[in-house]
């Protein structure tokens, strides 16, 4: 098992800047592929970004290139997405997830986070 803490979501205007953290803990962490996806209201959820066990390879959700940036600390068990440049899309509920076959698609993704709020005013 491995339990996932999301933190750092809040309201932001348009423009700003937030960073959010997953905190894991139990299995081995180094071994799982991390990966943030969000869901807005009346929507499905949506991959955002992944980093690798290495960290070496990262991908992203077009509409969020040159804006997040996800990175990892396997010391520390926890990975960071910085979110600058924030627009009111990027409103939702980011969700943290690990997999060890992990990609873009939910499916590969064993754990979950329970989440948190980001909202941007416009």
């Known amino acids: 098992q491995v339990q996932l803490v999301e933190s750092g979501g809040g309201l932001v205007q348009a423009g700003g800047s937030l960073r959010l953290s997953c905190a894991a803990s139990g299995r081995t962490f180094v071994r799982y592929t991390m990966g943030w996806f969000r869901q807005a209201p009346g929507k499905e959820r949506e991959f955002v970004a992944a980093i690798t066990w290495s960290g070496s390879s990262t991908y992203y959700k077009d509409s969020v290139k040159g804006r997040f940036t996800l990175s990892r600390d396997n010391a520390k068990n926890t990975v960071y997405l910085q979110m600058n440049s924030l627009k009111p899309e990027d409103t939702a509920v980011y969700y943290c997830?690990?997999?060890?076959?992990?990609?873009?698609?939910?499916?590969?993704?064993?754990?979950w986070g329970q989440g948190t709020q980001v909202t941007v005013s416009s």
């Open positions: 997830a690990a997999g060890v076959v992990a990609g873009t698609h939910r499916s590969g993704y064993d754990y």
